[in-house]
């Protein structure tokens, strides 16, 4: 019977672990929780060690890190292209055999100026002249140095701002389970009916002239009809159970944290 297996299917619920289910649900709800409080600290404890370093040291070890994009962005800045109209292809003047203009207020005194570092020599690698491929090489690492530089200075303000942190204040873990079977049973036999008629004439009949006295005719009519008819019967047999079972957990919770001062 279908009622018979609907009831069966309700009776397995346990076989669901809807419990279980719940239970990982908010573990793993918590354990996410944890793991992004403890990614935030390690990122400020790493900024931390790296703000540790000495401008030197911090050059030294980020310089190779910076990208093309960066050096020509920052070239464009200092030296752009010498077609001021923009039509150039080319994203600043310095390159292999070009010449920088010379004087106090020059190409060479303004790169100069760009790259200065506090207590280094940086900028002491642009020079007058042609640019040949080394001096290219040497004003490239010059910014890149320039630029690791800037980085540490911004890292330095990022710590006396404090540690940036996200913290769920609230939050709700909800879990629900909707169990419904149903079974139910049809049966329908319907019966055809069929009929046929048929109904056709056949003549032939012979006259002409002088022989119409011997004129023969003759005709003939068939009727065929067969019917088969049988009474229409329906059987129906029909059981359903709808079994529903609702479950639901919620949660409220809210996280702290607590400083650790000495």
Known sequence: ??????????????EIGFPEFTTKLVTDVFDALVSANMRQTEAYVSLL???????TDYINDT??????????????????????SGDSNEPTKLKVGETLTTGATGEVATLKKA?????????????GGAIDQNKYDAILDAVAKRIAADKYE???EMVKLGILRLVVEDGLIET????STYGSSFYQAKSKQYNRKNFSFRAKARTGGLVSLWCK????????????????KVNQDRAGSSVNIFGQVRINFKTDYLPLND
């Open 1 to 14: 019977m279908a009622a018979a297996d609907a009831v069966n299917q309700a009776s397995r619920l346990s």
């Open 49 to 55: 060690k790296e703000v540790s370093k000495s401008l």
């Open 63 to 84: 310089k190779d890190d910076i990208g093309g994009d960066e050096i020509m962005l920052f070239l464009s800045k200092v030296i752009p292209p010498a077609n001021a």
């Open 115 to 127: 790259l200065v570092i506090p207590g280094d020599t940086n900028e002491n690698v642009v020079t």
């Open 154 to 156: 911004l890292l330095k």
């Open 176 to 179: 629900r389970l909707t169990f």
């Open 217 to 232: 005719a003759s005709a003939s009519t068939a009727y065929n009809s067969v019917s088969v008819s049988t009474a229409e």
